[in-house]
């Protein structure tokens, strides 16, 4: 079956503008996971949701970051006056709801502030 | 805060040697887990290791978990250019808790 899925890819955008990045997480997974990962850093927990609900979102660095999942599946990450240093790669993962369920990463999103 | 420091941060060794990577903390793990993560994808996970002391071998590959549960190794017996990457521990600090603490990383490039 598919694995996770992030769009884009890629993005550019310029300083202090709005930006949403989407995952679609592997089919029957209700817990996900974004994550931060700056150049040469490993990733950075943001924000967990078990099912529609963030179940811990103590990662998230301030409130200008945002993430829903309203129907249980596909989640998007909103960034608001986005700034230089929130230039990263963005990791979606996705797992099953068992305690120690491997969590499948994408292939991220590579964001860059202009 | 809570950190695993990974070292060395670089390592370019030629192919067909043997390596060792660590991953360290100042505090006790419930399980940790290794990742290998290559270039514009995400981290793949290699194993985890759950018990003190525990250790776990997948193919040329060997991972040990420290007693205290506060320290792993990865071993990498004839490197070959495929093993080539970024080399990532991981941990949650309590049992139930899904958050992934990650490591620093280790660049691993064997040459050929």
């Known amino acids: 079956g598919a694995g996770v899925s992030q769009t884009p890819s890629n993005k550019v955008t310029e300083k202090g503008k709005y930006v949403e990045l989407r995952c679609d997480p592997i089919?029957?997974?209700?817990?996900l996971y974004w994550y931060r990962q700056s150049l040469g850093q490993g990733p950075e927990f943001l924000i967990y949701?078990?099912?529609?609900?963030?179940?811990?979102d103590s990662g998230l660095p301030n409130d200008r970051f945002f993430a829903v999942r309203p129907e249980g599946s596909v989640s998007t990450l909103k960034i608001q006056r986005t700034e230089r240093g929130d230039s990263a790669v963005y990791l979606c993962?996705?797992?099953?709801?068992?305690?120690?369920?491997?969590?499948?990463f994408g292939p991220g999103t590579r964001l860059t502030v202009l | 805060t809570q950190l695993l420091e990974q070292s060395p941060q670089f390592l370019s060794i030629q192919e067909g040697e043997n390596l060792t990577v660590y991953c360290n903390s100042s505090?006790?793990?419930?399980?940790l887990q290794w990742y290998r993560q290559e270039p514009g994808e995400g981290p793949v996970l290699l194993v985890t290791?759950?018990?003190?002391?525990e250790v776990k071998k997948l193919k040329r590959l060997t991972f040990q978990f420290g007693d205290a549960r506060k320290d792993s190794s990865l071993h990498i017996t004839a490197a070959q250019p495929g093993d080539t990457g970024l080399y990532l521990c991981?941990?949650?600090?309590?049992?139930?808790?899904?958050?992934?603490?990650f490591g620093t990383g280790t660049r691993l490039t064997i040459i050929p």
């Open positions: 993962a996705s797992s099953l709801s068992l305690a120690g369920a491997t969590q499948y």
């Open positions: 089919s029957g997974h209700t817990a």
């Open positions: 949701f078990q099912g529609t609900g963030a179940a811990d």
């Open positions: 505090s006790v793990f419930s399980s």
């Open positions: 290791v759950v018990t003190g002391g």
């Open positions: 991981a941990g949650p600090f309590n049992f139930g808790n899904e958050k992934l603490t």
